[in-house]
């Protein structure tokens, strides 16, 4: 991803552009589905991820100008840099929208998520989101329990969610912390 301060709504792409494989943002401990959004409400898939992980609780969140009281001051706190104790999921639903996850090198990897893709985000991992200039997402927020929200915005070095995850991508890359 370009480093820029334009508009944070825009694709900051490179140019050329480089492109991230799912097996590289898997390394990074991101997950994803491709679902049919328009069987959201009942899709068999969904409802075996939801028991396999364990997600029982789910609401939706639609994100436009409209209908979210203090939208600008909204979107500015999703792109505040930051890490949350649990794994953040997200299914969208309508709209599209940006994750950024930090990579290995602390630089921002940007994933565009539509309607259909499902994202999981590991508990400890830098990141934040943005919508797209259409200002509008519908998503699907999936939690472990009773729904926490709670971000901790950068530095966290001594979080004990950061730190597990940094355990765990030392250890996944073979390299012994000093």
């Known amino acids: 991803m370009q480093e820029s301060d334009d508009d944070q709504r825009l694709p900051h792409q490179k140019n050329p552009p480089e492109f991230v494989s799912m097996e590289q ?12 959004p328009n069987k959201y409400e009942n899709d068999p898939e969904l409802d ?10 789910t609401d939706l969140l639609d994100l436009r100008p409209e209908k979210v009281e203090n939208y600008e001051q909204k979107l500015k706190n999703f792109y505040t840099e930051h890490i ?10 309508e709209g599209c929208g940006y994750f950024d996850v930090r990579n290995n090198d602390d630089r921002w990897i940007r994933i565009l998520i539509k309607p259909g893709d499902l994202i999981v985000l590991p508990a400890g991992i830098y990141h934040r989101f943005t919508l797209d200039t259409n200002n509008y997402i519908k998503l699907m927020r999936l939690f472990v329990g009773e729904p926490v929200w ?16 940094v355990k ?3 250890e996944k890359i073979g390299v012994e912390a000093h």
């Open 48 to 57: 075996n991820i939801r028991q396999t992980r364990g997600y029982s609780y």
């Open 25 to 36: 943002l898997a390394d990074l401990g991101v997950l994803y589905w491709y679902l049919d």
């Open 168 to 170: 765990g991508m030392i």
């Open 84 to 93: 949350h104790a649990d794994e953040e999921i997200r299914y969208c639903v």
């Open 150 to 165: 709670t971000p901790f915005n950068r530095p966290q070095d001594d979080h004990p969610a950061r730190k597990d995850y």
